[in-house]
T-cell receptor
């Protein structure tokens, strides 16, 4: 079963704009991860944030985590056409040996 | 290429036939996972191996599904008596044996049952 929901389900922006995606989850977690998936391909890991962290940066990516609200957000700054993909949050629940539970995903379209 | 590789990439089979997929993880990774992804959804966990031991199976893994990881290296996922509802992308991932780490995914095997 899916861990939670991602919002929005789809997002269309122009190149250079920022994209923000939100993820909610249901149970206590060890860490939360974001993955990107190009159409029909495998998933690529983007960033991992541990339950005791509140914010993390990696290049153009910024992730926040609010464990009290069981939510996370992914910000992609200065988007590029190559960022067009589906983005999934995935949680590793406490005590589950890194098994991941994925959200439903956000489809991002970046147009020129 | 030292990433996770899956074979075949695509498989079309008739309902009722058996299919087997293979996953070769990154060589130094002890953990191996199988996930299933249907159109428009996120991946769903199927099963997990720590070396050769299958430590967890999802309720999604019916009796028609079996997975093995002999010698703790490559893994196979077999589906017997396939049904149309088995049509999905089957993803394999591996990770090192550490507490909080990313998973490395293969490109997946897309199964179509006709």
């Amino acid at each position: 079963s899916q861990q939670g929901e991602e919002d929005p389900q789809a997002l269309s922006i122009q190149e250079g704009e920022n994209a923000t995606m939100n993820c909610s989850y249901k149970t206590s977690i060890n860490n939360l991860q974001w993955y990107r998936q190009n159409s029909g391909r495998g998933l690529v890991h983007l960033i991992l944030i541990r339950s005791n962290e509140r914010e993390k940066h990696s290049g153009r990516l910024r992730v926040t985590l609010d464990t009290s609200k069981k939510s996370s957000s992914l910000l992609i700054t200065a988007s590029r056409a190559a960022d067009t993909a589906s983005y999934f949050c995935a949680t590793a629940q406490t005590g589950t040996a890194s098994k991941l539970t994925f959200g439903t995903g956000t489809r991002l379209q970046v147009t020129l | 290429d030292t990433g996770v590789s899956q074979d075949p990439r695509h498989k079309i089979t008739k309902r009722g036939q058996n299919v087997t997929f293979r996953c070769d993880p990154i060589s130094e990774h002890n953990r191996l996972y199988w996930y299933r992804q249907t159109l428009g959804q996120g991946p769903e966990f199927l099963t997990y191996f720590q070396n050769e031991a299958q430590l967890e199976k999802s309720r999604l893994l019916s009796d028609r599904f079996s997975a093995e990881r002999p010698k703790g290296s490559f893994s196979t996922l077999e589906i017997q008596r396939t049904e149309q509802g088995d049509s999905a992308m089957y993803l394999c991932a591996s990770s090192p044996d550490s507490y909080a780490t990313e998973a490395f995914f293969g490109q997946g095997t897309r199964l179509t049952v006709v």
